[in-house]
């Protein structure tokens, strides 16, 4: 029933946007010169419209001098011994949404045992920022709706999530030290966020913190595996490709202490904090319903409600089943990942999800992969529990992680490593964050302007049906399997020749998981741009993806219902008279064409 009401939902859109449509292959209509600065303006870019591109000189200083690692040295400086206080705070961001298995909140509630005062949670909305990162609408409804379930579980431990929201973003700093000194906070504990922006409010969080002497600020590891500074070249150097990154990653898994070690989980406060009259007040306050500027609509709402439902026991179960139970069918739409019917494999564990990996993960027809990227990029579920369930599975008594590229749970770590690679990327080469191809040189490739093109992928009508696909789903669930991410990043910068930054920009805007070091990684591979990136010659060709990404056709007939009937071949390139008469469109451009165009352009930045 639901996905025949989000299937006739789909065809109602889709007629809509088809009637109003300015398409034509002829007669493009031409784009603003500037792709990257929208012509008309809308709310959110007359509020705040952050410079997108670094220029060369900026981003070479900021590689030079990385603040991930200047944030590191800052707090060696920071004050050992302040003065006792009467809390210590927990600062939560958007990337460790959980109480279980989280460093710095683990480290803070130690830190208000040893001298006996309250531990204090505390999440500070910032619009500015999500304005300035392209943070989708969905993000921020799952942010809120994790928060909502944090605060319920931490009440249960006595525990304040005191939320609030500020803006300017500049003064972020300074106002977190104000609430700190309002509640005479002694020590301030969070995990690292390697974003360029977020490290330089750190360091000044730390900076105005020596300067007042009376907090000690503890910024800690906890978002990778292996943390950003361990896994380096002989030379000092972030790695820039994944094989040899892999090979030096693995063996620090068996490091001691125990990188995978689970932190203890925070201690209750004593009941009495209800009583005391600054924090008791915090147990009231309320989370808002949504930012301004972010609103889902409540269709939309609901449906991600259904798709990735918020909180760590649903991050659990969803880990679980990808590695106890067998694959189902086809998970598309508006469907509950959790709902019931996974079988599980008793008989033999290679059956499961995770054991059939290696061979299927590529599959988008069936449920193949584990779908925990939302909760993995919100810190819902640590990446360090994924490894050590995977040890459960693979080899309880060794107590070794499998990283074997033959078994389908070691393929599936090096998926999680990727996740490593491209967050050790960001802290090396803060470039990529600032809008700059990490290989410089294809800084000039020039690139096509038409808006119409860009809108016809947005939209998935590009008349290619594993593109089209592929971006209606992201449209519809906030998400997209790995396969046609790539498939449909190609397309954009491949065939239709537009700028990469684009798509990264409209990927974050759309998906419930967009998360800055991947979906960076993601689309400078895509665009033969970024550290290991796919040879600029070496272009998909999408009819052959489509045909073994999409054996079955069932995903496209799922996503686009024009072609729903269609059987065969003709699913992946429906002939031009067929496509007319489905009303479905015919491609703007011809792909061997369009790869020629590519490889000319890349081989000389500069040129048209
Ligand atoms: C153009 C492009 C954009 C992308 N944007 C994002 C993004 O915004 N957020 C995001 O989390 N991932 C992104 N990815 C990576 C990848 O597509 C998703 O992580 C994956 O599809 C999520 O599905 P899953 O959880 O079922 O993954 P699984 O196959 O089950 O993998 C498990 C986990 O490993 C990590 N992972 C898997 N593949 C990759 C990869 N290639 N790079 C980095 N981490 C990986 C993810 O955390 C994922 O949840 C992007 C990839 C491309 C090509």
Redesign the pocket.
Known sequence: MLRRVFTLAMSALLKRERANSTLSSTNPPMMNPSPLRPAKKTKRDVQFLPNKIATVENAARVDKDPPAFRLEELMKQTIKNPPMGDAVVYWMRMEDLRIHDNRAFSQASAQAIRDGIPLVAMFILSPQDYVAHDRSARRIDFTLRNLRAIRDKLASLHIPLYVDSHTPRTTLPSHILGLLSQWNVSHLFANIEYEVDELRRDIKVCELAKKGGRVRCTFVHDRCVIPPGIVKTKEGRGYTVFSPFFRAWAPHLADKPDPLACAPTPEPNAKLIHDHKTFGELFHRTIPDSVEGFELTTEDAEQMKICWKEGEDAARELLHR?LYTKSRPSQLGAVDPLSDGSKVAEKNPKDSRVGKYNTA?DRVDADT?????PY??AGIISARECIRETMELSNAKAKKVDVSRETGIGR?VQ??A??DF?NHVLAFFPRVSMGRPFQEKFADVQWETNEGHLQAWKDGKTGVPIVDAGMRQANTMGW???RV??VT?MYLVKDLMLDWRLGEKY??ET?I???LA??N???Q??ASTGVDPVPYFRIFNPYNQSHKADPTGEYIRYFVPELAKVRGDDVHNPPAKLAEKLGYPTPYVKHNEARERAIKRYKNPGQA
Do not use: I, K, P, Q
């Open positions: 990808f993960r992969t584990s779908r925990l990227s993995l990029s599936w998926e999680v990727w996740r491209y997209m399997h790995n991410r790539m990043a990927f974050m998906l998981d967009g998360d991947s979906n990684g993601g689309w591979w895509s």
